[in-house]
């Protein structure tokens, strides 16, 4: 995830996930406990405005995001592919932090595939580090570590796929490795998420329903 909208974050390390989402995401946590307890109420009283039925609603700053009206403003036409480097509750208090200055559209669970939706997907969440990227793409985080496999499980493979292919039929996607692609991918990008651990043969299949 990026730290402003049109720039790229804090420099990630190949090879040592630690000195990257790990040391922006704890950056945050102590504003952003404060900022989840605030937030109780609307967590709440906004669960219908989840975009996929089964989202749990758990808004990002509006700090964090820019408001838009797409497809109207800007066409989505990928789908950006992240990972946390930390855990599920300290991605969602980070994105709840008005001073992180990041965000993505999902985060889906290694645990049991569950998936919280932060940011609407008509608004343009802050997670590739390039405005031109952000603009036209829905950004999904997946909890875990690039260099730790084990995250990535089939429930967390099934139900993030499932999750990318509504999205590519609502907004008309292809459903290939150019419109569905890793944060590594992203021009200006010094990310190397989703990893080589990420199974992109398995996850482009689960997607296109093979």
Known sequence: MDRT??????????GDPATSRRTLLRGGLAIGAVAAAGLVGSMRADAATVDYPSAVWSPASTSNYTASNRVTSYPVNLVVIHVTQETYANTIRVFQDPAHQASAHYVVKSSDGSI???VREHDIAWHAGNWDYNTRSIG???????DQPAYFTTAMYHSSAALTAAICD???????????????????????DPGPNWDWVRYIRLVNGV
């Not at 999904?140 to 690039?146: A, D, K, L, R, T």
């Open 5 to 14: 909208p049109g720039n790229a974050a804090t420099p990630a390390a190949p």
């Open 116 to 118: 919280g939706q932060c």
């Open 140 to 146: 999904i985080e997946h909890v875990g570590w690039v």
């Open 170 to 192: 609502k907004y008309g996607i292809p459903k290939d490795r150019n419109h569905i692609i890793g944060h590594v991918q992203v021009p200006g990008t010094d990310h190397t």
